[in-house]
């Protein structure tokens, strides 16, 4: 990652991401310690001795491709389809090169100039696949191989970025949002045999279409704070209390979990899951884009957008705390037109949730918008998802112009109420 985002994760015994008490726990212990410079070390052969310190060796890699190649529904051949991928200078492209060809894609073709670590970055502005940019040297090997899918990896491999040929052949990017509606959708639905209780988990953020499909299809569905800790968290609680199988889990900037193989977000088996997927599609003569309208005539349209601005420094922090509690002290009665049925401030802790300062307004018909503090950035971000009912006999493409005129403007309205509780501009 760019330096100024250097940091570690830390898991837990039951291999997710650490959530309270065991942060703060840890925290005071590391506290506690003093200065690192006076803290005695261990010789290393002491510490094997005393099974303190253990090299991990060839064989977890070759254990995690076999648990991840386990994720795979569709058992035809896929190696009919055309591969792009980049690990935008990461450290994804050996494992998901070999996952690939593990599960018998032959035709990938890897971005050369992204495919070695280089924390220079150097081809692209900022290594974020969701970045204006990001994907142009893999778009454009995609044209001259006439691949059929795109797969991205951000640099540690975590997140998934796809794009696929829709219907007139044209290659288009999928979002956050779509790309964990189809994964979800089709996990839960190619699942032999099928969980006695599947378990599907996004969080407060992402599109409610996982939670109509879940609905529609008999699945346990569960949201959770942003952060995949909460997400594996929540899932292994419900596991254990419910005996329920987790199939899959989300949050809407990219980032998908796939099974129990990795209780985390990862790019890998999520990359190698979309492929299967992909090859799916072609095998019934569609395209994962086709896929989509499927899911959506279903289990209705659901379009998502986003907007974040930034206000740094100290001023910054100021002008955040303005904008939220001006929404907190005078909840708009309508957002572009939409009556606002409820409020949601997650401050104050909604369905057993910990408090968080995010804040969401419901809609009628469906339709909601949220806004929260970037909890990594001097940034504040609002999510706004539009509910479309495609008219009978309307196409897919149709409604979907429709409904992005009208999420436009509602987006357009409540920056509006933004400004009229302080954001600047």
Known sequence: NPPEYNGYKVYWGNGAQIIPPHDQGISGEIEAVGPARDVPLMAPDEARRRGLRLEVGGDVGRAYLDAILGLRR???????????????????????????????????????????????????????????????????????????????????????????????????????????????????TRTEPPPARPLLVTTIVSSAQLSVIARDLGARYEETLTGFKWIANRALEVERAEGATFVFGYEEALGYAAGTAVRDKDGISAGLVFADLAAWCASRGTTAWGYLEEIQRRHGLYLAAQRSFTFPGAEGLRTIRRIMDGFRASPPPAVGGLEVVSVKDYQRGVGGLPSSNVIAHELRGGSRVTLRPSGTEPKIKYYLELRVEAASGESIATAKARGQERLDRLAEDFLNLARERGQPG
């Open 74 to 188: 569709f058992r035809g051949p896929v190696g009919g389809l055309t591969v792009v991928t980049t690990a935008l200078h990461g450290v994804g492209a050996r494992w998901l090169r070999q996952a690939l060809r593990d599960a018998g894609f032959t035709k990938v073709h890897e971005v050369a100039e992204q495919r070695e670590p280089d924390g220079g970055f150097p081809t692209v502005r900022f290594p974020n696949p969701e970045e204006p940019g990001a994907l142009d040297l893999a778009f454009a090997l995609a044209e001259e191989a006439r691949a059929d899918l795109v797969l991205a990896n951000d640099p540690d491999a975590d997140r998934l970025a796809a794009a696929a040929r829709d219907g007139t052949g044209a290659l288009r990017s999928f979002g956050g949002n779509e790309i964990g509606v189809l994964l979800g959708h089709y996990l839960l």
